[in-house]
């Protein structure tokens, strides 16, 4: 039956495929047909690097968090060793999941069925005497791996049985950049889950794209220029002048402003799933506060706090916005044709102290209203697209640029066998 259905879903991708029309929305059954949702799961959600989370969130020896995509469950624990490793979270008894809380910290990983208990590195170190009894060599049966990467204090895994795709040039694009921000010296200081009602490609095509912003985000564009008007030639003079004044005050610090995104040409595409860069805020703001102001102490070597704002995304599941004093993290999981499950985390220096150094209510609501506002248009996307009167429209080139490039990037992935 599930051969069949994967059949079914693979013929129903090409043909979609084959009457896609570049530049286009994609067709209404890869937002709603649960097997293209499978081929997602396997074609892309199982192959890619996906960020897990931060290496703050581990930082003893026995310190762990789960990550879920899906009915995938990996745990990232600090070992022994002091280094993180991602295991698989089903017992290699009889499949429990061995690590029910959502955090926590474990001399040992114990399943909770039969008492099964594994090293903070995954091997096997006791199973009820079955390795005396003959039954096992313990060797044979530690919590299986996920490959995992660690780089400028963020955690990527890849769930692929095989080698994953190298993640090493990512790696050097993303170390320099991330470095001055301190993610290895930071807390997270809140966090916030949704589920959101949407197919995930849709969540990913709202971010790729600020036409909306100006209308929905009120609070977001009194600080960024991602909405400003693109024929305006004297606007655009004034963000150009922006940059190169706010970089040359911070050259003697290494950094860079550049309104442009990075990887304009290449990201997303078939080898390049990452990009970061650093942009301006509007005069007057020195971070993404509701009123611009600081909300809690420098991160990082920050000696300044006017240094714009840190951006990166990774495909497929994660972007950051990180100002001088605290930093946004945003994660995707799919789950379910027509549901994502976001967290979003904000991160501060690991030494401020709530109700001394910052205050939620200061630090929260600028992300939190524009996350909230994003999963609303979201959800009634889908429920637009879900309509068997929705026909796939044209994107604009110069609004919706990187809208075009993501399901470019999309279409390439899913393809792939």
Request: charged share 25%.
């Amino acid at each position: 039956m599930r051969t069949m259905a994967t059949a079914e879903a693979r013929a129903l991708l090409d043909r979609l495929i084959a009457e896609h029309e570049a530049g286009h929305a994609l067709p209404r059954e890869f937002q709603t047909d649960p097997g293209i949702y499978q081929l997602d799961l396997e074609r892309i959600w199982r192959r890619g690097w996906l960020f897990a989370g931060h290496a703050c969130q581990v930082k003893r020896p026995g310190d762990y968090f789960v990550f879920d995509v899906d009915t995938d469950s990996v745990i990232v624990i600090r070992g022994d060793d002091e280094k993180i490793h991602a295991l698989h979270n089903t017992c290699r008894h009889r499949g429990m999941k061995v690590c029910q809380a959502e955090s926590g910290h474990a001399a040992r990983i114990v399943c909770p069925y039969h008492q099964w208990s594994y090293a903070r590195n995954g091997d096997l170190v006791a199973c009820g005497g079955m390795d005396r009894d003959g039954d096992l060599d313990r060797r044979d049966y530690g919590l299986h791996r996920a490959h995992v990467r660690e780089v400028g204090g963020l955690v990527f895994v890849c769930l692929a049985a095989a080698d994953p795709v190298p993640f090493e040039p990512a790696a050097q694009d993303l170390a320099p950049q991330l470095a001055p921000q301190g993610f290895e010296r930071a807390k997270v200081a809140a966090v916030r889950d949704y589920e959101v009602r949407a197919n995930w490609k849709l969540v990913w095509e709202n971010n790729r794209e600020c036409w909306h912003c100006h209308a929905n985000h009120p609070q977001y564009v009194k600080a960024n220029y991602d909405n400003a008007p693109i024929d305006d030639p004297a606007l655009r003079r004034e963000i150009e002048a922006q940059a190169r004044a706010t970089s040359e005050r911070l050259e003697a610090d290494g950094l860079l402003i550049d309104y442009r995104e990075a990887g304009m040409v290449r990201f997303p595409s078939q080898d390049c799933w990452w990009s970061i860069n650093r942009t301006p805020l509007v005069p007057g703001w020195v971070t993404e506060s509701m009123d611009g102001r600081p909300v809690a102490p420098l991160m990082g070597r920050y000696s300044t706090r006017d240094v714009g704002t840190l951006r990166m995304r990774t495909m497929p599941n994660f972007w950051n916005h990180a100002s001088s004093d605290h930093a946004v993290s945003t994660r995707l999981v799919p789950a379910g044709p027509q549901t994502t499950r976001v967290q979003v985390q904000w991160l501060v220096h690991e030494d401020a102290v709530e109700g001394r150094d910052y205050a939620l209510d200061a630090l929260l609501p600028f992300w939190e209203l524009t996350s909230i506002q994003d999963w609303n248009l979201c959800e009634k996307n889908q429920a637009g697209v879900s309509s068997s009167a929705f026909t796939p429209g044209p994107y604009s080139t110069k609004r919706e640029y990187n809208v075009i490039r993501y399901t470019e990037w999309y279409l390439h992935e899913i393809a792939r066998p």
